[in-house]
């Protein structure tokens, strides 16, 4: 009760109560950042990017990288709460149809996106893998 007490305070960090080390956490929260860019910019999402987009894309992710795959999807944390922790730190926007984008004012182009020069290809095989348009 006082470890949920805390997290719900802000004072534990969130990867105390999930065993993920910061470091960790931090590419948790900006590979699917890159995924939301990604799909918002070259996939045809301008209009804004579902879960259900998100979801479908880490499908394909799966078959094509199973390491960035698991970089992003970790058992005990469902998307849900990465997409809560990237809202709380204001790198998306969430619209009133719940489609998300990526925040503008925080991020201006992919040379603010961490590991984009590394995800971009691989993104690119899995829209091929999909059958998507880039």
């Known amino acids: 009760m006082e470890d949920e007490r805390r997290k719900i305070l802000g004072i ?10 910061w ?9 699917l950042l890159n995924v939301i860019y990604y799909l918002q910019h ?11 987009d998100i979801s479908e894309f880490l499908e394909a992710l799966r078959e094509v990288n199973m ?8 058992p005990e944390i469902p998307l849900e709460a990465t997409l809560n922790e990237l809202l709380s ?15 503008v004012e925080r991020v201006k182009s992919e040379k603010d996106l961490i590991y984009w ?15 998507w348009q880039i």
């Not at 993104?123 to 999909?130: M, N, Q, S, W």
Request: charged share 35%; glycine share 8%.
């Open 23 to 31: 470091l960790r956490a931090g590419r948790r929260r900006y590979m």
């Open 12 to 21: 534990v960090p969130e990867e105390y109560f999930t065993g993920e080390d």
């Open 89 to 103: 730190k204001e790198l998306i926007i969430e619209s009133s149809n719940r489609k998300f984008f990526v925040n």
């Open 42 to 52: 070259f996939a045809g999402k301008e209009n804004g990017v579902s879960k259900e």
């Open 117 to 131: 020069e590394s995800v971009r290809n691989v993104f690119d095989r899995v829209c091929e893998k999909a059958g």
């Open 67 to 74: 390491d960035m795959y698991l970089s992003i999807i970790k």
